[in-house]
């Protein structure tokens, strides 16, 4: 591994093959354990530890303060404990440690952070275009989808061809855990994809190309490539913040809940295996409708007396 010496790489390729073949853990996952490994391996070198077995707890405290001087947050640096701790339960059962010295240590908390999320005359201002280009039709077309059906990153570049039902309306998507979910694709969407349906196969390079979303070079479009797209259009159409994926699924989520009400409902269609990261969109909701019952409701507002003696309201922030 590229800068990491090699007596502390050998035993973290061993870990990531094992995590691959033996776990049969997704290849983005082991990239994830071997990204903050690496970065743990580095760190190890700076301070001229030369074996896994050197390190100890009070290493790892110092390591997370470094993480936290750095800018991670609780959550990131949480996840690094966790790897760190796999790893070293693989590292035992090699016999290439003695203890686990991750074991006992809790990353610092942190605020929740609420997703940011644009409102729908933005997401209307950006989606609402007519391209000519084919890759902008394409552009569009994933766009309209991932705003339409609040899909992740990962499901709209992996959608496959034959996933589409155009006249059911519907998707289907292979979500985090490998688990399906059948989605409904929206009619601003589906015109969207039915334009990209067919500037698509002047595009494929061979006939079984399977992906629904294809690069000018005829193959899958990628995730980084989605990104960037993105980003490039919302430049263009002038949007006020920086587009990014993530920010079409939070806005989804956000106004179907706010529409519905139905938390059930939203989380079925988000894929969330737990209601609870579901529930962060509820807090979102709670802050339109806070805003909407001061100004509406009539007990909201108490009445108080200004300097004429004549009565005035005041919201119920002020009270």
């Known amino acids: 591994m590229r800068d990491v010496p090699a007596n502390l790489s050998a035993a973290l390729s061993d870990f990531v093959r094992h995590l691959r073949s033996e776990k049969r853990h997704s290849p983005r996952t082991c990239e994830h354990y071997q990204r903050d490994l690496q970065r743990l391996a580095l760190w190890l070198a700076e301070r001229e530890l030369r074996d896994w077995a050197e390190l100890s707890s009070h290493d790892i405290r110092r390591y997370v303060a470094r993480l936290s001087r750095d800018g991670l947050g609780g959550r990131s640096i949480a996840r690094h404990l966790s790897a760190i701790r796999r790893f070293y339960q693989y590292l035992l059962r090699e016999g290439l440690a003695r203890d686990n010295p991750a074991l006992d240590i809790r ?7 609420l997703p940011r999320v644009a409102d729908v005359d933005q997401i209307s201002q950006v989606l609402d275009a007519h391209p000519d280009d084919p890759l902008d039709v394409r552009d569009l077309a994933i766009f309209e989808l991932m705003y339409s059906s609040g899909l992740r990153l990962a499901e709209v570049a992996g959608a496959d061809l034959t996933a589409l039902d155009m006249s059911a309306g519907e998707i289907r998507v ?9 989605l409904p694709v929206g009619s601003k969407a ?3 994809l039915k334009r990209w349906l067919a500037c698509r196969p002047a595009m494929v390079s061979t006939a079984t190309e399977t992906a629904l979303f294809v690069s000018q070079r005829g193959t899958r479009l990628s995730r980084r490539s989605i990104q960037s797209r993105l980003a ?6 002038g949007a006020s913040q920086r587009l990014h994926p993530h920010l079409l699924r939070h806005s989804f989520a956000s106004h179907m809940l706010e529409s519905s009400g139905d938390l059930r409902a939203v989380q079925e269609l988000l894929g969330h295996a737990d209601i609870a990261t579901t529930q962060v969109y509820t807090h979102l909701d709670f802050q339109h409708l806070a805003r909407v019952y001061d100004q509406s409701h009539p007990r909201a507002r108490r009445r108080t007396t200004d300097r004429t003696g004549c009565e005035a309201e005041e919201g119920r922030s002020g009270q």
Request: proline content about 4%; aromatic content about 4%; cysteine-free.
């Open 190 to 192: 589906l015109a969207a």
């Open 107 to 113: 990353a610092p908390r942190s605020g929740r952070r």
């Open 174 to 182: 292979l979500g985090k855990g490998s688990k399906e979910r059948v």
């Open 232 to 237: 490039r259009w919302g430049i263009l159409q």
